[in-house]
């Protein structure tokens, strides 16, 4: 059972341009959530999702960003006109389900670099 | 609003040492507190989970406690190995199922 897998590792995008980043959760897992990570900071929430659904995105700014979790195919984290305060670490992790006893299992991250 | 403490921010040990790392939350209303360890370019593996009823869970030469009332955990780590360095991330999950991360203890296990 291959774990989270999330593409690209390295990402690297000049002011402006789009960024897509994806996300497969495990086999089985109908949860998913992304996280942002600075430098020499925490995690930090942004949206959880469940397939066709958005569930919370009360951590995802209002303007440039969205989520999506298809039918189909892996989550997606879009992030139009980048800045350089984009920069960082973002992290896919999913669940089976929701539930007090559920751990979450996180892929190895993707790495936006804005010049 | 809740958020996470963890004390130390960074912490070198001799191999073989016992430590414990602090992990503190302002607001007692969770459902579980998580420890999860982060290898430089990796992602997060879970370590251990604690379910807000109980006091505590152990793995190995690990072992978290649990103290809800007071807003505290810890991580215990016995016999520390350099294989062991890492940083180290509670994260405690909220009523929406969110789970609110701390800022991590970095640990060096110097042989």
């Known amino acids: 059972n291959a774990g989270v897998m999330q593409n690209p590792r390295h990402l690297v995008r000049r002011r402006g341009q789009e960024a897509r980043l994806r996300c497969s959760p495990m086999k089985g897992h109908s949860h998913v959530y992304w996280y942002r990570q600075l430098p020499e900071e925490g995690l930090k929430f942004m949206v959880y999702?469940?397939?066709?659904?958005?569930?919370?995105e009360s951590g995802m700014p209002k303007e440039r960003f969205s989520a999506e979790f298809p039918k189909e195919g892996p989550s997606i984290l879009r992030i139009q006109q980048v800045v350089r305060g984009d920069s960082a670490a973002y992290f896919c992790?999913?669940?089976?389900?929701?539930?007090?006893?559920?751990?979450?299992?996180f892929g190895s991250g993707t790495q936006l670099s804005v010049l | 609003k809740q958020e996470v403490t963890q004390i130390p921010a960074a912490l070198s040990v001799p191999e073989g040492e016992n430590l414990v790392l602090n992990c503190s939350f302002t607001?007692?209303?969770?459902?579980?507190l998580q420890w999860f360890r982060q290898d430089p370019g990796k992602g997060l593996t879970s370590l251990l989970l604690?379910?807000?009823?109980?006091r505590e869970q152990t793995s190995g030469r690990l072992n978290a406690s649990l103290d809800k009332s007071s807003g505290r955990s810890t991580l215990y780590i016995a016999a520390s190995q350099p294989g062991d360095s890492a940083t180290y991330l509670c994260a405690v999950m909220d009523s929406s199922y969110k789970l609110i991360f701390g800022s991590g203890t970095r640990l060096l296990v110097r042989p």
């Open positions: 604690i379910q807000s009823s109980q």
């Open positions: 999702l469940q397939k066709e659904n958005i569930i919370d």
């Open positions: 607001d007692s209303a969770i459902y579980n």
């Open positions: 992790a999913s669940s089976p389900r929701a539930g007090l006893d559920e751990k979450l299992f």
